[in-house]
């Protein structure tokens, strides 16, 4: 079965599996070495370090990439030119009030459907893509970052570590970040919410059955283009999504994570801070090699003896 790979929330991978695919979201690591794409100033890390590992996958017949911000618009750029991998680049509307932004969604969507036909998927299947979203809505599903409470639909997050319970907020995080869970827990802290890009933020909510019975495809399409980011304009839902997921895991603070180069999230910092109620530790990494744990934990250290 041939894989096409993404790392965009806004890809339903329910619906590359409707076409016989397999969807594999690709959270790059990154690889060390790699450099089909070298450091380039303004594409920020996260972006450079995904394409190099597209790059590096030999088993990867197509890639999707979106519009939400403009590194991802640039990677779809150098992968055409780069790359030999076929890629897809999908519009995402920042605007989602209107009924013209979701049709445009939904119109991509099929657009993506040609593409993924053309690479050797099947005409997308009805019952395929009810299975595929059911299967999600039990946890079963194709998305998975490799993270430690990556929540599905189902279940809450797993809490992790024991401690003071924190939010951890902010854009993507790579597959190295994983050690960022490690060090709050050895710090005193204990992650109830991972509202990053990779965590629950980046799955979207639950189906309705009986609209997913009818029209899936129409389901799908509202249920991924409602998931909160920075980028949507306005993006109250975020702060709705945020307000109602801090009240449910009882986080007594906030780590907001970004990388260095992420316009998006680095400008978001200062009215996260203004709007939450909660005490917040800004991490900035570069996302260049591996992180740096000893001023991480310094950082996380003095931001946990608010709590003491
Ligand atoms: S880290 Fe920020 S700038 Fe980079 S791809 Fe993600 S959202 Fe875009």
């Known amino acids: 079965m041939k894989t096409i790979a993404y790392t965009c929330p806004y890809v339903p991978a329910e619906w590359i599996a409707a076409h016989g695919l397999r969807a594999r979201r690709l959270v790059p690591l990154p690889i060390e070495g790699t450099s089909t794409i070298p450091r380039i100033e303004g594409l920020c890390l996260y972006a450079r370090a995904f394409v190099n590992d597209v790059a590096a996958s030999d088993d990867v017949s ?22 030999d991998t076929p890629a897809f680049l999908l519009n995402v509307p920042s605007t989602w009030q209107t009924v013209a932004a979701q049709r445009l969604y939904l119109d991509e969507l099929k657009r993506l459907g040609r593409f993924l036909v053309r690479l050797g998927g099947h005409e997308p299947d009805k019952e395929e893509l009810i299975r595929a979203m059911l299967d999600q809505a039990h946890g079963n599903g194709v998305h998975g970052t490799g993270f430690p409470n990556a929540m599905n639909r189902v279940g809450g997050p797993t809490p992790y570590g024991h401690g003071v319970p924190l939010a951890l907020v902010g854009g993507p995080l790579m597959l190295r970040d994983r050690v960022l869970f490690d060090v709050i827990a050895d710090c005193g802290g204990r992650i109830v919410l991972d509202a990053t890009e990779t965590g629950q933020r980046g799955v979207c909510g639950p189906f309705d059955r009986r609209r997913l019975a009818e029209d899936p495809l129409m389901e799908l399409a509202q249920a991924y283009f409602r998931l909160p980011d920075a980028s949507r ?19 007594h603070g906030i780590i907001f994570h970004h990388y260095v180069w992420c316009d998006k999230w680095r400008a978001e910092f200062a009215r996260l801070k203004e709007w939450a109620n909660l005490p917040v530790l800004r991490l900035d990494s570069e996302g260049d090699g591996p992180i740096d744990m000893v001023r991480t934990r310094n950082r996380v250290r003095a931001f946990m003896e608010m709590f003491q």
């Open 233 to 251: 304009r306005p993006n109250s839902e975020l702060y709705r999504w945020l307000k109602d997921q801090l009240a449910q895991s009882g986080a």
């Open 62 to 83: 197509g890639v999707v990439v979106t519009t939400m911000c403009d590194p991802m618009r640039r990677v779809f750029d150098l992968l055409v030119r780069r790359v």
